[in-house]
């Protein structure tokens, strides 16, 4: 199955949006790129841009991969995804609203009841109720991948906490530093001030009942030991806003306050990172120390914005991804501008036949699965890994889905033997409040790997700085 490169044609011709890049990139000895290639590194040992891998006794801190070899975006191009990716957040927030309301989008058919009321992700503790400015999915990464020259598709919604927004922004950080001549032959449209937009967009949410004019805002972590953490506390810092955890926070007056050196300080809108089970021991898990004791009671009431919203997991579900089409088609009243990838729901008995026939030739993912966890990619697997796959599908199997194995699209990155293409996908970040703000580009992943097509960093995948020209 050959991969659309971004970088070359058939004939092995430079494709226009990468020519100048290509060559400033011919103009250097191997010995300068590999130079830069380790100062990009040092770069990022010194900031301490590391993610944590569950699960692994021995280096559980890792440091992200990163190529220096931008990957490259039309103008053109953007325009086309970026407007198709606002048409699917409204679609979002619309069907989680519709869903915590009247549910009319299963009134007229369109979506199995059961795949909502059976749904693990969908919280019956937001039924009836609407968030301030009624927004659910605040900040939303929307994953692509590209088959062709025209062609891409949506392989996910991330709608809960999409995490790698501070690896994009140090990408681009570590770029302008190493490679300030080459900004100036390229006009590249900016993405370091998503932070400003995070913090504006968080403030335009706030409560309508709030005390002072500008709102205040806090990120909540689960605490150092989280995968995400260095994200986190980089979101905070570059926002200007605290970072918080659980124990710093209590309800004080009907408000949700934190702890600051001249007493408790009431909060408008919390960022926060931790998942809904752990938000509030009073309402979801009672042994959860991540949260805030009767969080959930203060939000009900109107007194602050949590985002993203409790709830939204479940446009996050795989299985609701599937229906994403007709989604977008009820709520917009127009066909989807970017188009999934053909699933299969393995729930349903012809669905399911089909699967288990064509294990080797499919990627099966769990429907509440992330991070390339507990997935298989069936071309890759082997003879035993398909049995056993099998067990799992026959045991369970509306906990899954499938899909075809896309050719991803490929971009070049540097290796000891000079370029060589690797397989790439891409997270664009899309901030919702009283507008929609879609920062140029997003968080390019890249399978380091010859070959592979799993690019999540926990699963040895790396990054690189994406550029979207300014034409």
């Known amino acids: ?7 070359l044609l058939g004939d092995g011709d430079v494709r226009q949006p990468y020519k100048p890049v290509k060559a400033w990139l011919d103009q250097q000895t191997p010995a300068a790129l590999d130079k830069k290639a380790r100062d990009a590194e040092g770069v990022f040992r010194r900031t301490g841009i590391t993610f944590a891998v569950y699960g692994e006794k021995e280096a559980a801190e890792r440091l992200i991969p990163f190529d220096i070899v931008p990957r490259i975006i039309t103008g053109r191009e953007w325009r086309y995804l970026s407007e198709g990716i606002e048409q699917r957040v409204v679609a979002i927030n619309a069907f989680l609203g519709d869903i915590y309301h009247r549910q009319e989008i299963v009134r007229a058919g369109r979506i199995p009841k059961q795949l909502i009321a059976q749904n693990a992700a969908f919280l019956p503790e937001m039924i009836g109720f609407r968030p301030p400015s009624n927004v659910y999915t605040h900040v939303v990464g929307v994953d692509l991948v590209r088959t062709a020259e025209n062609q891409f598709y949506v392989l996910e919604d991330n709608a809960r906490t999409p995490s790698g927004v501070s690896y994009m922004l140090e990408n681009r950080e570590t770029m302008l530093q190493l490679f300030p001549e080459l900004f100036q032959q390229v006009k590249v449209l900016p993405v370091e001030n998503y932070p400003q937009l995070l913090r504006q967009s968080l403030s335009a949410v706030a409560p309508l009942d709030r005390e002072q004019e500008r709102p205040t805002v806090a990120v909540l972590t689960p605490g150092i030991h989280n995968s995400a953490y260095f994200e ?12 918080v955890e659980g124990s710093d926070l209590k ?10 050196t001249e007493g408790y300080r009431p909060i408008d809108v919390l960022y926060r990172r931790v998942d809904d089970a752990f938000l509030d021991p009073l309402t979801f898990r009672s042994d959860s120390t ?23 997991g479940i446009a996050d579900d795989k299985a609701i991804y599937s229906y994403m089409p007709e989604i977008i088609e009820f709520y917009t009243g127009r066909s989807a501008m970017l188009e999934n990838v053909p699933t299969h729901r393995c729930g349903e ?29 069936g071309p890759a697997a082997s003879r035993q890994e398909l049995a056993d796959f099998s067990d799992k599908l026959r045991a369970r199997p509306g906990n899954y889905i499938a899909q075809p194995t896309l050719a991803l699209s490929t971009s070049p990155i540097l290796t000891n033997a000079g370029l060589a293409p690797r397989h790439v996908d891409l997270r664009p970040y899309v901030l919702v409040s009283d507008r ?25 995948g790396g990054t690189k700085d994406t550029w979207v020209l300014n034409d």
């Open 349 to 377: 008995a012809d669905s399911l036949k089909y699967v288990l026939e064509h294990l080797d030739e499919l990627v099966v993912k769990e429907v509440h699965g992330s991070g390339g966890y507990g997935m298989l990619v």
């Open 290 to 312: 991540l949260g805030v004791a009767g969080i959930m009671d203060v939000y009900r009431a109107g007194r602050i914005t949590i985002a993203n919203a409790p709830g939204t």
């Open 232 to 243: 986190h506390a980089f979101l905070a810092d570059q926002m200007g806003v605290e970072l």
């Open 1 to 7: 199955m050959s991969a659309f490169d971004e970088m």
């Open 251 to 260: 309800v004080v007056g009907g408000r949700i306050a934190m702890r600051t």
């Open 436 to 460: 929609i703000r879609t920062v140029p580009g997003g968080l390019t992943r890249v399978a380091l790997t010859e070959g592979s097509l799993v690019v999540n960093s926990s699963q040895g």
